[in-house]
């Protein structure tokens, strides 16, 4: 007789015939959590090309951080990983000082402890670049096909640099000394060295860019000229001129502008225009006027109109101003300058936050009759940057920016736009990311066709459990005390991090989207899957899919379904249509209680936080008033919230199951001959499903310890049965536990029947010692079931597809 139950799967075709969707599988493991028998495990796999993990998904550059720190774990250099890094972004060293790293913002990392360093092991990347002098490798040729790039800050420099890796002829026209524009002329030393930023833009012209600074576009060369002798231009221009604040007395003297004022100190200025000053604005470009200020010995302060939480300033930078002595006056707003001899009077008015306004912020309110007045040795305004028009006035729109479609195509054939210029003030990654989609849509248009930029989908685990992941510091680099960072304008603030930690940086990473689900069955069953569907509940992106029902085979356990033809065709069906409809189609014509009923399913995942007793009090109401014959309710409850009791608990649990677990385990001759035996007598009647699960119990998960009994839920509520029951118990209990979970249910909260425990702590005598604690005593002597309580921590009320039972109508 062929004995092939005992390792084959129950379907025809692949295993169970579940389809995996890869490109939307985002390896999270929330199916391999939430089945019962461990059929599923997560495997490696080749990252899907549809997917982008968050952190690159958060970069607007679109640095692939997975890729180089998988490089940095697994055998690969620094130099690998700064080849994977400017694939996409050709100055990590300067973007790993200055970039506010949404990244890390985005970092599913920091669900478990903290999000990674990226920032911290980009700049470590792009410095070892420049000390072991790496250059670039270009794989094209120079074609004849010329490229203009109008603006060598960092949206030009970024396009120039992959045009020039694609074979174009590149040329940039820059209006001022030096290249690099605000990286150079906004951003202070103390945050990005010169030397950093000359070696980045050095390599970049080592691939055959031509940058001609002190040439301005409208004097030196005009847009018709570019035209006449490129096949495309790139204007990336950037905002470099200071938005008005529109008040009497701006344009007196001793009122300077921010970017104005950081030119000059770029090019080597090193006074203050006062002894006290006031600085206007709450952006980057305020917070870097100020702190310069400071370190050429001013007293500053900032007036800021909205909160501090408002402010567009990045919070590390606002936290470090502070440190360094630097006053924020918020919620006020001058309306007006006026000169006195060698000083100022500046009056403002006190604000109020309002409504929210499109940014999402409040709205500053002027509070009517608040106004004072502050003396100043020099105001600085820092409130905002605009496009310096001249020479552009074809592109420019009359809101003062350029427009561009998204192939970065402006209206004038030929010539494309992106940065700051088209985006607004925005962060360097954006603009380098802008130039790097910009050169794709370039090279598109001069070969003919069209660039098309598909939206990828985030791999995010916001809100999922990943409490598989030991928590690990996270590695930071250092800052210079405050005394040492004032005393020169050069010194970097920030100290670098060293070459273990970025390994040690690496290792947290947890790769997310590098596995997906596999369905491999577990050892001593093989592929043995029990049908319940949880994986399809559970996955965030539906991923999973079942397209129809088994085949049950000769060998395996037979039951008296009938199963549904096609897909779809076992989904809720109260309203006897033709076909099974979808649930969202016909959930406004069913009742709350059906709605329930169909969508509620067992849980497996909780969140750690604790249901409230009142909360618990109301599903154990349902419960009371379950029916019971006589209205005789013959149970009571145990409401189990002792985490190590439970695990107590649990771990009595798997001894008890240990006993049966070993006649099923193994490959000696009596454990052989049982199987067999039993095979031979009910060849197919025997369900290994139970057996299943209490291996599914035993086995480790994610090769850490074993499935949770209570699978980690806060509460566990335990139905006691009472011996002199009139009727049957089971019978009682049972709809008493039906109530209970679907009123939980309807109240959010998640639930499973947690069948083991019940049967050690009703045949065990081990368990003994538990019973008095938990009220399992006289006349309650039964655990009729035990049921867990908690918030899910995913999805789980999708409605699946169930079998037909045979129904007999008798009329």
Not at 486 to 502: F, K, S, Y
């Amino acid at each position: 007789m062929e004995l092939s139950y005992l390792s084959d799967p129950p379907v025809q075709g692949s295993p169970f015939n579940i389809i995996l969707d890869e490109d939307k599988c985002i390896g999270c493991g929330m199916c391999v959590k939430q089945c019962p028998a461990q059929t599923i495990g997560m495997v490696d796999r080749e990252p899907s090309i549809r997917q982008e993990p968050a952190c690159q998904h958060q970069c607007p550059a679109g640095i692939d951080v997975r890729r180089y720190l998988h490089l940095l774990t697994h055998g690969g250099s620094f130099e690998d990983a700064w080849r994977v890094i400017t694939e996409a972004n050709p100055l990590p060293a300067t973007t790993g000082r200055v970039c506010p790293h949404p990244c890390e913002s985005g970092c599913n990392r920091s669900a478990v402890d903290e999000p990674l360093g990226i920032n911290n092991v980009e700049r470590f990347i792009g410095d070892y670049a420049i000390e072991k002098k790496l250059r670039f490798q270009r794989n094209n040729p120079l074609s004849d096909n010329k490229v203009a790039v109008i603006g060598s800050g960092p949206s030009g420099l970024s396009c120039s640099y992959h045009l020039s890796l694609a074979g174009y002829a590149v040329t940039v026209f820059e209006s001022q000394p030096q290249p690099g524009g605000m990286l150079r002329y906004a951003i202070p030393s103390y945050r990005l060295p010169r030397p950093v930023l000359d070696e980045e833009i050095q390599r970049i012209a080592d691939l055959g860019v031509e940058i001609h600074c002190d040439t301005a576009v409208g004097t030196s060369v005009t847009l018709e000229d570019l035209k006449k002798n490129f096949k495309a231009v790139y204007v990336a221009i950037g905002c470099q001129d200071t938005r008005k604040i529109g008040i009497e007395g701006e344009n007196e003297d001793l009122v300077h502008s921010g970017l104005g004022f950081l030119k000059k100190v770029a090019q080597g200025c090193k006074d203050a225009p006062g002894k006290q000053v006031f600085v206007i604005g709450g952006g980057n470009t305020a917070i870097d006027t100020a702190r310069s200020l400071r370190r050429f010995g001013a007293n500053v302060t900032i007036l800021y109109r909205r909160t501090l939480q408002d402010m567009p300033a990045h919070e590390t930078e606002i936290a470090e101003a502070r440190e360094e002595g630097i006053a924020i006056q918020m919620l006020c707003s001058p309306v007006g300058i006026k000169r006195n001899k060698n000083s100022l009077s500046v009056t403002c008015i006190k604000m109020k936050p309002g409504d929210k306004d499109a940014s999402g912020r409040a709205r500053p309110v002027p509070i009517a009759g608040s106004e004072f007045t502050v003396e100043a040795d020099a105001v600085i305004s820092a409130i905002g940057q605009i496009i310096a028009a001249e020479g552009f006035e074809g592109l420019v729109n009359g809101r003062g920016i350029i427009e561009a479609d998204g192939n970065s195509a402006t209206g004038m054939k030929g010539f494309f736009a992106g940065g700051d210029a088209v985006l607004g003030p925005a962060t360097v990654t954006a603009a380098i990311g802008a130039g790097r989609r910009a050169a794709a849509a370039i090279g598109a248009y001069i070969q003919g066709g069209q660039f098309k930029d598909n939206g990828k989908l985030e791999i995010s685990y916001k809100g999922m459990p990943l409490n598989d992941y030991d928590k690990i510091p996270r590695n930071r680099g250092s800052l210079l005390p405050v005394a040492e960072r004032l005393r020169n304008i050069e010194t970097e603030v920030h100290l670098p991090i060293e070459a273990d930690q970025v390994l040690a940086e690496a290792r947290r990473c947890i790769r997310c989207g590098s596995l997906k689900s596999s369905f491999v069955g577990m050892p001593y069953f093989g592929k043995i899957c029990l049908a319940c569907r949880n994986c399809e509940v559970v996955c965030p992106n539906q991923a999973l899919r079942f397209p129809h029902f088994y085949t049950v085979e000769k060998g395996r356990w037979h039951y008296e379904f009938d199963y549904p033809k096609k897909a779809g065709g076992g989904y809720p069906n109260p309203l006897r249509a033709a076909e099974a409809p979808e649930f969202n189609a016909i959930a406004s014509q069913l009742t709350e209680t059906e709605k329930v009923i169909y969508q509620r399913r067992s849980t497996r995942i909780y969140k750690p936080d604790q249901v409230p007793d009142d909360m618990i009090h109301r599903i154990l109401e349902a419960g009371r008033f379950a029916p019971s014959a006589g209205n005789c309710q013959g149970w009571k409850f145990t409401v189990l919230q002792d985490r190590a009791l439970m695990d107590e608990i649990g771990e009595g649990t798997r001894k008890f199951l240990h006993t049966f677990s070993k006649l099923y385990q193994g490959k000696s001759l009596p454990r052989t001959l049982l199987k067999n035996t039993l095979a031979i007598l009910k060849p197919d009647g025997i369900d290994q499903r139970p057996m299943v699960a209490i291996q599914a119990l035993m086995t480790p998960k994610f090769g850490k310890e074993p499935l949770s009994v209570f699978f980690n839920a806060p509460t566990a509520i335990l139905i006691l049965g009472h011996k002199q029951y009139i009727s049957d118990m089971a019978f009682g209990t049972g709809v008493c536990g039906q109530n209970i979970v679907l009123a939980a249910h309807s109240l959010g909260l998640g639930t499973c029947y947690v069948g083991f425990a019940t049967s050690a702590l009703n045949m065990d005598p081990r368990m003994k010692k538990y019973k008095e604690r938990l009220g399992i005593v006289w006349p309650y002597e039964t655990v009729a079931e035990i049921i867990t309580v908690g918030y899910p921590a995913v999805q789980t009320d999708r409605v699946v597809e169930r079998e037909f039972p045979k129904v007999v109508w008798v009329k």
